[in-house]
């Protein structure tokens, strides 16, 4: 959305990837507009099959608290990292 000369521009983009714009007299339906048209051009899709164990809520079941371990965290610099040579 942007204003120009006192109008309010929705700005989005259609399925077909074209650019699209609409003037209107409010920022607020200007925003509404152009929230409800990116929604119809690119709807998000529902979540298929069950959530990951690792980062679903922890179960309260009245078991003893489960701790994390702790990973060693791997080098991301090429400087730091050691190689070995092999004879």
Known sequence: MFEKQGK???DWRDRT???LRKS???R???LQ???EQKELAHPK???RGQ????YSAPSTSGSAPVTLRTRAR???SPKLVTFRRSV
């Open 28 to 30: 607020r339906a200007a």
């Open 24 to 26: 209107f007299t409010t």
């Open 17 to 19: 990837g074209r650019r």
């Open 8 to 10: 309010f521009y929705a």
């Open 33 to 35: 507009f152009e929230a």
């Open 51 to 54: 959530r990951s164990p690792r």
């Open 74 to 76: 791997s080098v991301s």
């Open 45 to 47: 899709s529902k979540a």
